[in-house]
């Protein structure tokens, strides 16, 4: 018997954390629990989404290059902290996307910008509203 893994899908692309703090809401509100959500994000907002969020966060930066308190360091342990890594394609194709995808949106979280991803939900049929551009991008749900 096959297993089949579902992928995660790029919720959106954002400018600010604002705009990731309110879709995150909007996601937990639909019924996404904060284990389906993921935010990549350079190390210098990670942080703060950390602290307004409560999914999991992907930072560009690892812990020497940003400065951190013993009391950062016991929180991550015990709370949903940043997670750090130096290879973001990789972390990207972890999460189901190509290779094409993971290289474009790498360089655009190195720009600033932030990624939502969530877990696909699995579907019955072919949902127009679900249709996907070239870099896996859904809508923009801001907007509804």
């Known amino acids: 018997m096959e297993v089949l893994l579902l992928a995660e899908e790029i919720y959106g692309l954002y400018e600010s954390v604002e705009e990731v703090v309110k879709t995150v ?13 993921t935010i990549f994000s350079h190390g210098k907002y990670a942080d ?11 930072s560009t930066e690892t812990s020497k290059d940003r400065e951190r308190s013993f009391l950062d360091k016991i929180t991550k342990v015990i709370f949903n902290g940043v997670d750090e890594t130096t290879d973001l394609p990789a972390r990207l194709r972890e999460k189901g996307l190509t290779e094409q ?9 190195k720009s600033g910008k932030l990624i939502v991803t969530v877990t696909k939900d699995l579907k019955m049929s072919n949902d127009a509203a679900y249709d996907l551009d070239t870099y896996g991008q859904r809508a923009n749900h801001l907007n509804n």
């Open 25 to 37: 809401d909007i996601l937990e509100l639909e019924g996404k629990s904060n284990g389906s959500i």
């Open 48 to 58: 703060e989404i950390n602290e307004k969020t409560d999914v999991s966060v992907t």
């Open 101 to 109: 995808q993971a290289a474009y949106y790498t360089e655009e979280i």
